[in-house]
């Protein structure tokens, strides 16, 4: 064995004050000190075994230690593992092709980069290079795409929703020019409505805000809108197809690029290849990341055929954008959830774990909201189901307290704190064990609000 993997397995719990001060975190949600995993499931430094409802913030698609891709990286490893952008290399070549063929007709060109937040700014790079007259663009209420300078101005992170200033506000001098219009929040608008449980009528609304917002709200044309096509950090909140295609027309009477942050819809979590295949909307550039490697880093976005993309001078340029090990995970997932029929199996057992929720919410106070495509799953937690008002509180003692039960719950949404509980394992995820989960998290219920449900 080596030395550093020695050093590593031999790490105990008391070490951990010798080394904790040296290390800093910009943020995160705080959780166990994990170790191992395998399959679904994820050990502790205590070697307590958790059935993983976060597949690691949504990017394992495959679970843990899946032997088949830990097999190819190890190949390709004592091939190469690094080369720069500039030099062409053959998993970069099967991979673009193969995005291509499983995403919607017309998206067909690829640029590889590294990280969420700088993969966004690609994005918008794309859209002021085919609309250089124009300088605006505009995100959703409750919308995440990352923290960095730029994407700052686009995530929710830096406003008022939380109850103050914090975070990304701090930098919102450098990415002024964002627009913020409402989301369809369905469960909870964010304007009176006639009849709460109408979403055409929120779907309206928003459609009418955006469009006055085009209109009265930008100085000078809107660039690009870029928006999640369900949106996930701010709260697993899934949009409708006439909104989405609403937006889509929109945007075309504008002249405004439609950019999809498709960073956790993407290879298979909503049970098809991306969000554009599940409602037949398809925007001007997509957006991959997390999932796309398997655990490995690596992002993308994919263009349409419609728009200009970038040229080899230096705009958009990664030290690490042409990693094969991540590429050829990459292409290993997408050849597995192929051929053993992943998305099948995501479209099963999803209905069955959403299936059991229900169930359960028919017998408690406190599920307000069951949300859930495929294995993209949200359960909005409420101290009365009449009035709706979110209970954070309760959320966040549903994951503490599942961490007692050997279960990593995902919490999510926006306002006072985070009052959405999320589901969302990887997608080799069996009935037997989305059974599991299922029983995991009534017993956490019943420990946190007291219910037999």
């Known amino acids: 064995m080596d030395s550093i993997i020695k050093k590593i397995l031999d790490f105990k ?8 001060p040296y290390l800093m975190l910009g943020g995160g949600t705080p959780g166990v000190n994990l170790i191992k995993g395998e399959n679904v499931y994820v050990y502790d430094i205590d070697d307590k075994k958790y059935i993983d409802c976060t597949s690691q913030s949504w990017a394992l698609h495959l679970g843990y230690a899946h032997p088949e891709l830990n097999q190819a990286v190890k190949e390709q490893i004592d091939y190469s593992n690094h080369f720069h952008t500039g030099f062409y290399t053959v998993p970069r070549y099967l991979l673009a092709k193969k995005l291509a063929e499983i995403f919607p007709e017309k998206m067909n060109r690829v640029l590889f980069t590294i990280g969420g937040g700088a993969t ?6 794309v859209a002021i290079l085919n609309r250089p007259k124009a300088h605006n663009f505009i995100s959703l209420y409750g919308a995440y795409h990352g923290t960095s300078f730029m994407t700052t101005g686009a995530s929710h992170t830096g406003t008022m929703a939380s109850g103050k200033y914090h975070g990304g506000a701090d930098l919102a001098h450098f990415s002024q020019n964002f627009i913020r219009v409402p989301a369809p929040y369905y469960y909870r608008p ?41 949106q996930a950090s701010g709260g697993q909140i899934i949009f409708s197809k006439n909104y989405l295609q609403g937006v889509r027309d929109i945007c075309n009477r504008n002249n405004i690029i439609l950019i999809w942050d498709c960073i956790q819809t993407a290879f298979g979590r909503m049970g098809t290849w991306s969000a554009a295949e599940y409602y037949g909307v398809t925007p001007d550039i997509m957006v991959l990341g997390k999932s796309m490697g398997a655990g490995y880093p690596i992002n ?15 705009i958009d340029l990664h030290t690490f954008g042409n990693n ?11 050849e597995i959830i192929e051929r053993d029929n992943i998305l099948g199996n995501v479209n099963s057992v999803g209905a069955f774990i959403r299936g059991g929720l229900l169930e359960m919410q028919k017998k408690s106070d406190h599920i307000g909201d069951v949300r859930a495509i495929g294995f ?17 509180k309760g959320c966040t003692a549903m994951r503490d307290k599942g961490f007692k039960n050997a279960v ?10 985070k009052a959405v509980l999320k589901i969302k394992p990887p997608l080799i995820t069996t009935k037997e064990q989305g059974a599991e989960i299922l029983d995991k998290f009534r017993k956490t219920i019943k420990d946190v609000y007291g219910e037999n449900v």
């Open 13 to 20: 719990k008391e070490d951990i004050p010798e080394y904790e």
């Open 120 to 125: 966004i700014e690609a994005a918008l790079k």
């Open 190 to 230: 964010y304007f009176e409505v006639t009849n709460k449980d109408d979403k055409d009528e929120v779907d309206r609304r928003c459609l009418e805000a955006l469009e006055m917002q085009i209109k009265y709200g930008s100085t000078g044309p809107v660039c690009a809108l870029l928006m999640e096509p369900l």
């Open 300 to 314: 993308a976005i994919v263009i349409s055929d419609d728009i200009e993309g970038v040229k080899m001078d230096g």
């Open 324 to 334: 094969q090990v991540s590429q050829v995970a990459s292409l290993k997932m997408i």
């Open 376 to 392: 993209h799953i949200g359960i909005e937690f409420v101290k009365d189901r009449e009035t709706r008002e979110p209970d954070y």
């Open 408 to 417: 990593i719950f995902g919490v999510g949404g926006t306002g006072q704190g």
